[in-house]
């Protein structure tokens, strides 16, 4: 029921910047206003959690994107993820993710990602170098 809808991916040269958004339907009060978050995955490498936001607005930061990168909510309750001064090694799948809870931890992002009930298809980023 709960659908997520990724958007902005695209390539671009190290050092640029990208814009991910995140739109959902079919949300819950657990996910409106809830625990949500951007994992990544490259073919051949493990899934890896990038951020994480909850109803606090308590942010989680995966530590390659220290400095980086920015998670937040729009208007319209639109996940956005901020990703500037990207290198190659950020090439990866992003994907949006909704748990079926009000509040995230720091571990969700040390995870696989099993937590997150919900998943969108994904958006794929190119940093060419």
């Known amino acids: 029921e709960v659908h997520l809808v990724e958007s902005g991916g695209g390539s671009v040269q190290a050092g640029g910047s990208l814009t991910l958004s995140c739109t959902g339907s079919?949300?819950?009060?657990?996910?409106?206003?809830?625990?949500m978050g951007w994992f990544r995955q490259a073919p051949g490498k493990r899934r890896e959690g990038v951020a994480t936001?909850?109803?606090?607005?308590?942010k989680y930061y995966a530590r390659f994107t220290e400095g980086r990168f920015t998670i937040s909510r729009d208007a319209g309750n639109t996940l956005v993820l901020q990703m500037d001064n990207l290198r190659p090694e950020d090439t990866a799948r992003y994907y949006c993710?909704?748990?079926?809870?009000?509040?995230?931890?720091?571990?969700?992002?040390?995870?696989?990602?099993?937590?997150?009930?919900?998943w969108g298809q994904g958006t794929q980023v190119t940093v060419e170098p």
């Open positions: 993710v909704a748990a079926d809870r009000f509040y995230c931890q720091r571990w969700f992002l040390e995870d696989d990602g099993s937590y997150f009930a919900h």
């Open positions: 936001l909850d109803r606090d607005d308590d």
């Open positions: 079919g949300f819950t009060q657990y996910n409106v206003n809830g625990c």
